[in-house]
């Protein structure tokens, strides 16, 4: 079995069973070409002399690399008589790794503003995950749209959720609180990787309207002192 980005090398055996020095050329068909490495790709050979091909496989650690097993096929062949082949067959394994990458596509929110946290299965194979916000408070609340993902080889997505704060504030100043988004693959690996941002909530009635509403309380009350003070009055006779 090989792993894309790692190597696995063999060595074949050329012998000219013929009577006449020959030129033969070495092909390996079956995988992508840019998997395939040769020492050497054509050799010269006299009458009943043999000689060593290595032969270096190495899959590219892409998306593209698809794990499963591949038929491989090595032909040498005469270029003087090109109906002259010799073949050899063998099945190489290529396994499933994992690849994942994520960024913060909103590193502060505000107030009702979504989230968004772009993906991508950079492995060779499927990549399920699922996804839970976390704050050390307690503090918030999390609703992501699609907690649950099936990424196909390759494939990118956005991850899009709310926050909303437990308890809301009525008075004061804007918060701005911490937070991560977990994300938790659902294979025999069962990885976690969180990635943070900010939200800042915004109290329901902005801090002047408090001032603006002692403000009025106190204009009434003064109005109501003075209404108070002139009924209590004595009427000149």
Do not use: C
Request: aromatic share 10%.
């Amino acid at each position: 079995p090989i792993t894309p980005g790692a190597r696995a090398p063999a060595t074949i055996s050329i012998e000219n069973t013929g009577f006449n020095t020959e030129h033969f050329v070495i092909e390996v068909e079956g995988v992508p070409k840019e998997w395939v490495r040769l020492d050497r790709g054509d050799v010269d050979l006299l009458p009943g002399a043999q000689v060593q091909v290595g032969i270096n496989f190495k899959p590219l650690r892409r998306p593209e690399s698809t794990p499963g097993e591949y038929t491989i096929t090595v032909r040498a062949y005469s270029q003087v008589n090109p109906k002259d082949v010799a073949l050899l067959k063998t099945v190489i394994h290529i396994l499933q790794y994992n690849g994942y990458g994520m960024v913060m596509g909103t590193p502060l929110i505000v107030d009702n503003q979504p989230f968004q946290i772009y993906i991508h299965n950079q492995g060779n194979g499927p990549l399920s995950l699922n996804f839970r916000g976390f704050h050390k408070g307690k503090s918030l609340k999390f609703d992501i749209h699609t907690p649950v993902v099936t990424l196909q080889a390759g494939q990118r997505e956005t991850i899009v959720g709310n926050i909303r704060p437990v308890r809301r504030t009525w008075f004061g100043k804007p918060r701005t609180y911490n937070y991560d988004i977990i994300s938790h693959s659902q294979d025999a690996a069962g990885f976690q990787a969180p990635i943070s941002g900010e939200y800042m909530i915004s109290p329901v009635f902005a801090q002047w309207v408090l001032f603006a509403g002692i403000g009025i309380i106190l204009v009434g009350l003064v109005a109501l002192f003075y209404t108070i003070g002139t009924a209590l009055q004595p009427e000149p006779t």
